[in-house]
């Protein structure tokens, strides 16, 4: 595929013979797979789609994703080595988590029926300019379909994106189908894409490490849901640190017991430099059970904060409802 400049028309990824959703050859007027995004509404189309392919967290610092992941479009593990790695693929319809892992755990999109259309890549993204909407939903759009060419490299990799339980991908759908569908993925160039997509797996600890600096969010996604599970993240750091300066108390408290019954042991130095370290060790002590404390507290009047603020809203307009992916 050869690079296109930010404005011009490019042509459909996949032939025509080889997309594996027919749908919109045939009149209808909503988007297939989502029959309440209506076709004729090119405003709302446009705006569902960004919701679907756009990420604004990770495309805003991709010029510092390099920190968090290797710069490699093709850093993607096929789904039967994600099974090698012992990892659990779950399921996500927010492009944010696409390809994001932690721990035995990594986040996929599932293969919308639409973005396999010819029609709709000939008609809505072959130049979304033309109705008003940004280049760079094409460009999302492009790089979050390449991202099957690297995980699905096999046909056992087919059969797990067929699976009922993760449904990947149609379950119609066969290997050399998919292999057509996916024949020119591999020509589609870094330039063709977002930048997110630059990059292949990105690791959530990393992100979660980096989100206060470059966000201005205290997470880029919540691992932990319970205040339990929470504190149990920080309990074994804080438990070894108290173990660590009680050994130093008691060492220090050893020591005095040697001096004060032995005058060839005693110095006042030693009795100087154990004072201001027990109280200093006290004192951090005393720090970090309140900062415990703190947090804890500030996580409830942050919840009770919330939670007040959407009663007021529901108050001041009861017919309002909350917004989100329709």
């Known amino acids: 595929m050869s690079a296109q400049t930010e404005t011009s028309s490019v042509p459909c990824p996949f032939h025509r013979d080889d997309q594996l959703n027919g749908d919109l050859d045939t009149s209808l007027d909503y988007l297939p797979g989502h029959p309440r995004i209506k076709l004729g509404d090119e405003k709302g189309l446009f705006e569902f789609i960004r919701r679907e392919v756009w990420s ?168 932990n849901y319970q205040y339990r599970a929470y504190f149990a993240r920080i309990q074994g750091p804080l438990i070894s640190a108290f173990a660590f300066l009680s050994i130093v108390l008691n060492c220090m408290q050893v020591s005095l017991a040697a001096s004060t019954s032995d005058e060839r042991y005693s110095s006042a130095l030693l009795f100087a430099a154990c004072y201001w370290l027990s109280t200093l060790i006290g004192f951090v002590t005393g720090v970090l059970v309140l900062m415990l404390v703190f947090i804890f507290l500030f996580k409830v009047v942050r919840e009770w904060r919330f939670a007040i603020a959407h009663r007021l809203r529901q108050k001041k307009n009861p017919q309002q409802r909350p917004k989100g992916h329709v």
């Open 56 to 223: 604004e967290d990770l495309e805003s610092i991709s010029g510092r994703l390099w920190w968090m992941s290797k710069q490699d479009s093709s850093n993607i593990s096929p789904l039967h080595r994600q099974r090698v790695k012992g990892r659990q693929i779950i399921v996500t319809e927010d492009p944010r988590l696409h390809l994001v892992w932690i721990d035995n755990r990594i986040f996929l999109k599932p293969l919308p029926q639409y973005i396999t259309s010819f029609v709709f890549w000939d008609t809505f993204m072959s130049d979304p300019s033309k109705y008003g909407a940004e280049v760079k939903l094409r460009k999302a759009a492009l790089g979050y379909l390449r991202t099957y060419f690297y995980l699905i490299q096999h046909e056992s990799d087919l059969r797990i994106a067929k699976d009922p339980s993760l449904s990947l991908v149609p379950e119609e759908v066969t290997w050399l189908q998919f292999c057509q569908f996916t024949a020119r993925f591999h020509d589609i160039t870094d330039h063709e894409v977002s930048e997110r997509y630059h990059y292949g797996e990105i690791r959530l600890t990393r992100l979660n490490y980096y989100a206060p600096i470059f966000l201005g969010k205290s997470h880029y996604q919540r691992e």
